[in-house]
């Protein structure tokens, strides 16, 4: 700051030697004789100097690093052209006298107290000399006609005082002025400590944050709103609010201030489908009144996944308990009808009726049928313990479609994708009827046909099955099974409900296909995940464990 203000200075003499010389040349137009001329020269010789000085200050300013002792010599500098103007334009009766008055204030707001008695100090000095240069004729002072003693005396006294005063007054207000300076210089510091504070703090929060004006319009916006959005700062801000979160005001976040909290779907600029806890609040405004709106959102897509799990938990935890208690009591029913059909159609002569041969033919499949079903039910409710062991992928693949064979029509082209060396740690029974689960529903959502493709290759490490049925830990080693069909694919509306036993969209379905596959792949701590597009195809990700080689 004090280097800033020296070079104030500077330019402040070279605009004071400016009027001087301008006014040099007004005083002197009219004047004649030897003295005239004689005080002419000095006053343009000490213009001239001044100027030379401005010049080697400027040249020294970018050179020294002791800046007070630099300003000192500037201040005496001053002084000394000030008495040298005195001294040639009329002494005690010049009318640059009045100068040594800002050269003590500004010293005093250069240097502070010492400078501006350093200055008052060589302005009596300076002043007092030329007073008494005429009597004791220390200097050729042809020109000026010495005052009387008592004269000269007033004039030092009253000189003297006012410099006094003013570096008194000015040393004062130096003072005030650094302590305020010092005071400003605080409240900024702290001012901009809570502005890095109130930056860290937000940049921090693991919420999206984003502030709008009245008319919806972006106006801050988050590190962590970016990413959960896919869009950056500086392509939001701005934008309408419904631009960047769809859905946002409909639902009543903005709209009003609503303060309750919601939860809209939302699909991110990188494709993800996500579920976002949002609500909003209104910004006050410096002067009290409505100046904007606070929207806070998370991403909520894990919290909704496990709620959908934990209900999906408790409808099965009733049907084991039903299957349990229906089982006997359905199946020795079933069999003593069984039994007593096959009895039944035994003892008929061979002439009997045709037609009644053919109903005990159906009652008999029939309950075959209830047996297979009832089979997979408790298969499905109370499955056996699984025994998990290194087991290739692609021999268990390789078999399932041998006998996949049968039932796969020939409009349907399957191919498979499969390393020989990939392993999961699994029960391998269960991964087979895992397989053939998924390659059966496949076919089914394909009666035109189409094609089956099943792949497998190790999970990239870390990563997260964006809407996983399971989201539990991600392991470093994984396996991931792909089974992918060009089928009808599913509706958005049902396919929050494809793995609920029992649900089913087809006319013979037991709705017990995929919820066998989620539940079998659930018992080997994997994650299962679809992706379905209508009319497009149906892609499901299974991971398991990986395991070495048996």
């Known amino acids: 700051m004090l280097r800033r203000r020296l070079t104030h200075l500077m330019v402040a003499r070279l605009a004071l030697c400016l009027a001087i010389l301008g006014i040099a040349l007004g005083l ?48 005496a500098t001053d002084v000394g052209i000030v008495t040298s103007l005195v001294w040639f334009t009329g002494g005690s009766e010049s009318i640059f006298a009045f100068l040594y008055i800002p050269i003590t204030v500004y010293a005093a707001l250069l240097l502070g107290r010492r400078g501006a008695y350093g200055a008052s100090a060589l302005a ?3 002043y007092g000399g030329l007073l008494l240069a005429p009597h004791f004729g220390w200097l050729p002072v042809e020109d000026l006609a010495p005052a009387p003693g008592p004269v000269r005396g007033a004039l030092f006294g009253v000189h003297a005082g006012a410099l006094l005063l003013v570096a008194l007054l000015a040393s004062a207000l130096s003072r005030e002025r650094d302590r305020a300076g010092r005071a400003l ?94 609500a909003g609040s209104v910004l006050r405004a410096a002067e009290g009144g409505p100046g904007g709106h606070v929207v806070i959102f998370q991403d909520v897509t894990e919290v909704v996944e496990m709620e959908a799990a934990l209900r999906r938990h408790e409808r099965l935890a009733g049907v084991g308990q039903l299957a349990a208690d229906l089982a006997h009591e359905i199946r020795n029913p079933r069999a003593a009808i069984s039994g007593s059909i096959q009895v039944l159609e035994g003892s008929l002569p061979r002439a009997e009726d045709e037609e009644t041969r053919k109903l005990i033919g159906i009652a008999v499949r029939e309950a075959d ?15 056996a313990p699984a025994n998990p062991e ?10 399932v479609l041998r006998m996949f064979d049968a039932v796969c029509p020939a409009s349907v082209r399957v191919s498979l994708d499969v390393p020989r060396d990939l392993n999961v740690r699994a029960d391998e029974g269960q991964l087979r009827q895992l397989l053939w689960n998924l390659f059966l529903n496949a076919v089914q959502a394909m009666p035109d046909g189409g094609a089956l493709d099943v792949t497998a290759a190790p999970a990239p490490p870390q990563a997260r099955a964006a809407g996983g049925r399971n989201a539990g830990e991600e392991g470093a080693s994984q396996v991931e099974i792909e089974v992918a069909d060009t089928g009808c694919g599913i509706p958005e509306e049902v396919l929050d409900r ?23 792949v659930e018992g080997h701590g994997g994650q299962l995940t679809v992706e379905s597009h209508v009319g497009r195809g149906t892609r499901f990700r299974i991971r398991l464990p990986r395991a070495e080689a048996a």
């Open 185 to 278: 210089d605080e409240r900024t510091r702290d001012l901009r400590s809570l502005q890095r504070i109130h930056e860290r703090t937000v940049e921090s929060l693991t919420s999206g944050l984003l502030t709008t004006d009245p008319q919806q319009r972006i106006t801050s916006f988050n590190p962590e709103a970016e990413r959960i959005t896919g869009v950056s700062a500086t392509e939001a801000i701005g934008k309408p609010l419904e631009e960047v979160i769809p859905g946002a005001a409909a639902l009543g976040v903005v709209v009003g201030g609503g303060r309750l909290r919601r939860r809209l779907r939302f699909r991110s600029c990188d494709g993800r489908d996500l579920h976002l806890g949002i």
């Open 124 to 126: 009596v000095v300076g």
């Open 28 to 75: 002197t137009a009219h004047g004649d004789g030897e003295t005239t001329d004689r005080a002419e020269r000095g006053v343009y010789a000490t213009v001239v100097f001044a100027f030379a000085a401005t010049i080697a200050f400027a040249l020294w300013h970018r050179r020294t690093r002791r800046e007070v002792a630099f300003g000192g010599v500037q201040v």
């Open 498 to 520: 494809i793995f609920d036993p029992f649900f089913t969209t087809k006319k013979d379905g037991s709705g017990l296909g995929l919820a066998t596959v989620h539940r079998i």
């Open 369 to 383: 049928r209830l047996n297979a079903l009832i089979t997979d039910f408790l298969r499905f409710a109370r499955p």
């Open 390 to 399: 290194p087991t290739s992928v692609a021999t268990v693949a390789e078999e």
